[in-house]
């Protein structure tokens, strides 16, 4: 009884934590009609800011929340700077994706600054506890309960009796109205970024002290718990998120409690999971109707693709075959990476492009492909080829299964709903032990084989990869030009309408999601064979967010431009490192989510179009 | 007052107006008829900064107004009754009125102006609390009207302020336009599809087709014009 209550001031504790985080997401999602993915981030930079001040500059607590606000609230204000404003008038789609890559490069700064390694806080405020019957209340928690109390009291103020609230609550309500008001819209963004900013830095902060630890990917996860518990209340709602927080803290102590703590975030992630196919609209709504969906309509720039002569593509292919003979191995294992990555690239293009399905859980493919393949080796001794066949199969069922839930989503909903399904594959491998190892994952993988000759070595690797890439490449190619590809163009373009016309559309999205997989499925398999090594970590959201980087930059649905993509993100790095210095490896990162954000912007179509 | 010169706008590439021009006196009431679609609502929204137009300008009392951002053509004295009335569904009728005071700054007289514009919608004084989105059709026009009217606009500018309204609602909106142009001496712009009784209440009209002004006059002539009716059966069909 003692640990229910224990577990219940916890939830409650954790639950509020949660509250500035999402109260902050819907204030944007309200009035910018935008799921703002770097809001983890900021929450992250928060945790950072606070750590600086305490332990650099011994800032008194008091002191340290405000810097960290106002550092968080400028933060916010640049964001909607670079992310929002300028993409107004893009496909609805673009600012989702500046918001990916403004995340990608804060959390990449991150570990510039502050180096990869969780940081700890010095004690700051008395560990003293209150006896409260059978359980007990900690300074902290009460420390945490008055800072959101008071910020949700300043907010429901602020909102209800200044005249920016009202122009908030406003612009929230009805945008096009609002202006029509003389309400500044992008002013109104700039302030809503700037307070839900300050909110979400300072949960950073709280989340820090709470649990004494600090890493520069915390806001990743953080980002999609908020976002799950504002969805509970209501998407947009501030009331409600503040509700669904409370309530989700509560389910992951009560979780936590009876699973452990590798299982905390499982929950939130299956929550957001199964509120966004059951009841998109929140808990307390009626019926399963969709929100107002913020991001349909145009969703690919309009572009014509370029034309590439058919001779020039068979003479780089013959080239790439020829490439062994002159390249050094270091370069060999370069390419092989970049054509793997190519594979990758050319599955997620097929869903995120032709399908318009824009999914950010990729990794989680590679995850399902690369365990399958490696336990069927290891456990029942299989035969590399048949297993590298049933692992793509099995790829293609789950990630298909995985994903059908999903599929009468659009937009935004898509993303969050696969980036959920990414974190609860990766949660999944890290939980089932005896099956995978765990955190500690599986080792001894046989490298590739065929008829018992083994890819050991880097020239034969990059001709299996070259092979294996380009075979892919060519069953795609027809598989987009069949009316398969021709209908999968249509639901992108207007789903209302290829309804109309009689088209199964979660047949086709199915279909869409199960070559995918199986493409996913062969790339994974490949690179844990290579590596005989794998664990849950090895294909985490960052390489779901480089491939969608290739993708752009390649052309979302362009065959060519994904195998393109992924060959420049690879090796350019690896040229700049050459030319740079060893040095030059810890900003790879951080150029990638700069190239996301400077394509959205200024070349959404990719550098060879989109189909 | 407001002047339109040669406006081109675009969606994407898809051209909308060809070349609009057209002009609205102070103290007038001008309706803008047309058919669905033939660019209506896309004139408000160039008149109102919503859209930029490609080419042409916009004047507004003698200043040019085009490409400015909404907010300031607000502020100029322009209130905007939008299609579809978009009025705010979640705030009190009381809100939706005061938002309509938004642009403002000039706060001490908006009490006072509230209370002379219920003056005009004695409907709303007895709903002032509820949300706005409980109201019927015909009472969120008003409500709309009423925004648009806290705005101390010298002109408003109307999207088919009848657009969905039972007959006698019809009646009752097109008479209290009436009585504000008359009464408060403020100029009216509005977007019709159903001319006859639009004109009824107007001075002058002009007809858009297809992005193209094809016939303007007084509303006497136009109501007169053979021509009118026959635009009027291609459009409505
Ligand atoms: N936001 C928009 N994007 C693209 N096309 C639009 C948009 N708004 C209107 N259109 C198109 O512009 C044309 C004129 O629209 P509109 O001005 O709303 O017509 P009306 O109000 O006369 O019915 C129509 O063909 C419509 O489909
Ligand atoms: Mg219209």
């Known amino acids: 009884m003692n640990i229910f209550f224990d577990q219940t001031i916890n939830g409650l504790v954790i639950g509020n934590i949660y509250a500035l985080m999402a109260v902050g997401l819907a204030l944007i999602f309200g009035t910018a009609n935008l799921i703002n993915f770097a809001h983890g981030s900021v929450y992250m930079a928060g945790a950072y800011v606070g750590w600086t001040c305490v332990t650099y500059f011994g800032f008194p607590l008091f002191l340290t929340f405000l810097v960290v606000m106002l550092f968080c609230a400028l933060l916010g204000m640049l964001i909607e700077r670079v992310g929002l404003r300028p993409l107004q008038n893009s496909a609805r789609i673009a600012p989702l994706l500046a918001t990916i890559g403004i995340s990608f490069i804060l959390d990449q700064l991150a570990q510039i600054i502050f180096s990869p390694q969780p940081l700890a806080l010095p004690p700051l405020i008395s560990t003293k506890r209150f006896s409260l019957g059978a359980t007990s209340i900690g300074v902290l928690d009460i420390l945490i309960a008055s800072v959101s109390l008071i910020s949700g009291a300043l907010l429901y103020v602020f909102l209800r009796y200044t005249r920016m609230g009202w122009a908030i609550r406003a612009t929230a309500q009805d945008r096009d109205a609002a202006q029509q008001m003389g309400v500044d819209v992008n002013r109104v963004n700039q302030v809503t970024f700037a307070i839900a900013s300050a909110l979400g830095g300072l949960s950073g902060m709280l989340v820090a002290m709470y649990f004494n630890v600090l890493t520069p990917t915390m806001g990743f996860q953080a980002g999609l718990k908020g976002f799950a518990a504002g969805l509970i209340g209501g998407l947009g709602n501030v009331p409600g998120a503040i509700i669904g927080s409370l309530l989700l803290g509560l389910i992951e102590s009560y979780g936590v409690a009876l699973l452990g703590s590798s299982y905390r975030n499982l929950f939130a992630f299956v929550i957001l999971l199964v509120v966004l196919v059951l009841k998109p609209n929140g808990i307390f709504s009626k019926g399963r109707q969709l929100p107002p969906e913020p991001m349909t309509g145009t969703f690919i720039a309009s572009s014509k693709p370029v034309q590439i002569p058919r001779s020039v593509l068979i003479g780089v292919s013959v080239l790439a075959f020829l490439l062994p003979i002159i390249s050094n191995n270091y370069w060999l294992s370069v390419f092989t990476t970049a054509l793997l990555y190519g594979i990758l690239a050319l599955s997620l293009t097929l869903v995120a492009g032709t399908a318009g399905l824009m999914s950010i859980g990729h990794a989680g493919l590679l995850a399902i492909g690369g365990y399958t393949s490696a336990l069927l080796s290891l456990r029942l001794g299989l035969p590399f080829a048949l297993a590298l066949l049933l692992a793509a199969c099995v790829t293609a069922i789950l990630g298909m299964l995985l994903v059908m839930p999903a599929f009468r989503l659009r937009g935004h909903y898509v993303s969050i709903a696969t980036i959920g399904i990414g974190e609860i594959v990766s949660l999944t491998i890290l939980n089932w032990e005896s099956l995978t190892g765990g955190p500690v994952g599986l080792m001894n993988i046989p490298p590739p084989s065929l008829f018992g000759f083994e890819f050991y070595s880097n020239r034969s690797l990059y001709w299996l990869s070259l092979v294996l890439l380009l075979g892919l490449a060519l069953l795609q190619w027809q598989l987009v030009r069949s009316h398969i590809g021709r209908t999968l163009r249509a639901i992108r373009e207007d789903e209302v309408a290829a309804q109309a016309y009689g088209i199964n559309l979660n047949r086709y999205k199915g279909i869409a999601f199960a070559a995918s997989g199986f493409i996913a499925g062969i790339a994974g398999v490949i690179l844990t064979h290579s590596y005989t090594y794998i664990n849950n970590e090895t294909f985490n959201n960052t390489i779901s967010v480089l491939a969608l980087t290739m993708v752009i930059l390649g052309g979302r649905g362009n065959i060519i431009g994904s195998i393109l993509g992924a060959g420049l993100l690879i090796v350019i790095p690896e040229l700049l490192r050459d030319v740079l210095g060893e040095s030059f490896i810890v900003y790879r990162m951080l150029l990638y989510g700069l190239l996301l954000v400077l394509f959205v912007r200024w070349r959404p179509q990719g550098l060879l179009g989109t189909v | ?237």
Request: charged share 20%; proline share 5%.
């Open chain 2, 1 to 237: 007052m407001l002047r339109l010169q040669n406006i081109d706008t675009f969606y994407g590439p898809a051209q909308v107006h060809f070349g609009i021009n057209l002009y609205v006196n102070p103290g007038e009431i001008v309706c803008l008829l047309g058919g669905n679609a033939s660019g209506k609502s896309t004139t408000m929204k160039v008149i109102l900064g919503l859209v930029k137009p490609k080419a042409g300008h916009v004047f507004f009392n003698d200043s040019e107004i085009t490409g400015l951002p909404t907010h300031q053509i607000i502020k100029r004295g322009v209130g905007s009754v939008p299609e579809a009335r978009r009025i705010f569904p979640g705030m009190t009728v009381q809100e939706n009125i005061l938002m309509g005071a938004y642009s403002r700054s000039d706060h001490k007289n908006v009490a006072e102006d509230f209370e002379r514009v219920l003056s005009f919608f004695p409907r709303l004084r007895e709903r002032l609390n509820q949300k706005g989105g409980t109201l019927s059709g015909g009472e969120q026009q008003m409500l709309a009207m009423a925004r648009a009217l806290m705005v101390r606009p010298k002109l408003i500018c109307m999207d088919e302020p009848t657009m969905g309204l039972s007959p006698l609602w019809v009646d009752r909106v097109l008479e209290l336009i009436h009585t504000i142009n008359k009464s408060e001496g403020i100029t009216i712009f509005m977007v019709e599809q159903s001319a006859n009784q639009a004109l009824q209440i107007a001075h002058r009209g002009y007809v858009i087709q297809n992005g193209h002004i094809v016939i303007e006059g007084t509303a006497s002539d136009l109501l007169n014009s053979p021509r009118i009716q026959e635009a009027y059966l291609g459009a409505t069909i």
